[in-house]
């Protein structure tokens, strides 16, 4: 015989606040709520969440803090492969809702809970994900999704919790907010359609400065370990560089993509350390990399980021990229100088040990100290003999 207990998914968001009342009250379960901070939440928010589960009549609460194994296991990776899906965007949820239901399905073990339930709507892609999850890492709970299953729009769930003694600002509730680490997504009537931008209000950071600021990061293998000379672990200069940044409102955008059920989707997104930390990262990588490790790397980083956002984490070619990945940042070491400034940043040039440029060899469009003219000559003659050789056969020029 099944208990009555209910793991849910909750972030405190409106689908996750109907979801504790429904499944308590419309399915009789005892309903325990578990966040997982994959580094988007400060203690005072969390607290924040907490209180509203208790509001919501919950039978337990649990933060599950998973932000260095999110860093540790996924991020890294991103960066090293400058990921940016659609060249756009850098998988802020996408890439932390493995984490979360990993988490979640381990904990909901230890509790003993027959029924584990999740907020998404029919029409994303984070349906998939848990889903997927669940049923490799959880296969014996039977996971319930209340938003999906009975289709609802956001105000009909304002309309239910209202009606069952919750009141919730309109104003607030009509944007779905993720917060993680890597980055904020922002859902609303806007991103539903293909012409309307979000609104200024729609995003969480606002812009409060104007005055330049001049930034140094330091990069070791490929991971940034310091901002402006202060040695920082990776998750804490991913904090501190956001907490620079996002006063600037840098990193916003929109992402038009395809989801993993065939549609197009649209989101808009606040990412200030993750745009800057992957454009810095790229243009390190471009000083001291070899052409075809570059080259390479863009096609696996690319792949890796399509795996990550289609559910596919634990397909095992996924550890053999990440093999590639780490390998790939022995000489990515340095330091890269940033301006932000309203709405946008500057990279403005680097430092290494390893930067490919200043190998003496010669100086791009100036000099060279290796070879000569009549070398050059040689080697261009060579150069062009399979193309002759087509040439000569078929005439196509």
Aim: proline letters at 4%; a negative charge.
């Amino acid at each position: 015989m099944k208990n009555n207990k209910v793991l849910l998914a909750f972030s405190g968001g409106l689908d996750t606040s109907y979801c504790a009342k429904y499944l308590a009250l419309e399915k009789g379960l005892e309903v325990h709520a578990a966040i997982v901070n994959t580094g988007g939440f400060s203690p005072e928010e969390l607290d924040e969440i907490a209180h509203r589960a208790e509001i919501l009549g919950v039978a337990s609460f649990k933060i599950l803090e998973k932000t260095q194994a999110y860093y540790d296991h996924i991020i890294k990776y991103l960066i090293f492969g400058n990921v940016l899906k659609n060249n756009t965007y850098p998988l802020s949820v996408s890439a932390e809702r493995i984490f979360q239901a990993l988490a979640l399905a381990e904990y909901a073990s230890t509790i003993d809970a027959a029924y584990i339930a999740h907020g998404s709507t029919g029409a994303g892609n984070d349906q998939v994900r848990f889903d997927l999850a669940f049923q490799l890492l959880a296969p014996d709970l039977e996971i319930i999704t209340p938003i999906r299953d009975q289709r609802l729009s956001r105000q009909e769930e304002v309309d239910y919790l209202a009606a069952h003694g919750v009141a919730l600002d309109w104003a607030k509730a009509q944007y779905s907010v993720n917060k993680g680490l890597w980055g904020t997504s922002v859902g609303g009537a806007e991103t539903l359609t293909s012409h309307l931008p979000l609104p200024e209000e729609a995003y969480p950071s606002q812009l409060e400065k104007t005055a330049p600021l001049k930034l140094t990061l330091h990069f070791e293998k490929g991971e940034i370990m310091g901002i402006n000379g202060d040695t920082l672990a990776p998750v804490a200069a991913i904090q501190q560089l956001e907490a620079l940044a996002s006063p600037y409102a840098i990193g916003r955008d929109v992402h038009i993509g395809d989801t993993i059920i065939g549609i197009k989707g649209r989101v808009g997104f606040e990412a200030a350390a993750a745009a800057i930390i992957i454009k810095a990262h790229h243009t390190l990588e471009k000083h001291t990399l070899s052409k075809w490790q570059l080259h390479w790397k863009e096609q696996l980083g690319t792949w890796y980021g399509m795996f990550i956002h289609e559910a596919q984490y634990f397909e095992p070619v996924m550890r053999n990229i990440e093999t590639f990945l780490q390998t790939s940042q022995q000489t990515v070491s340095g330091e890269v100088y940033v301006e932000l400034l309203p709405y946008r940043f500057v990279i403005q040039g680097i430092q290494s040990p390893h930067d490919l440029m200043q190998s003496g060899f010669g100086a791009y469009g100036e000099m060279n100290n290796q070879w000569t003219g009549e070398d050059v000559k040689g080697f261009t003659k060579i150069l062009a003999n399979p193309l002759k050789i087509y040439q000569h056969l078929n005439h196509t020029l």
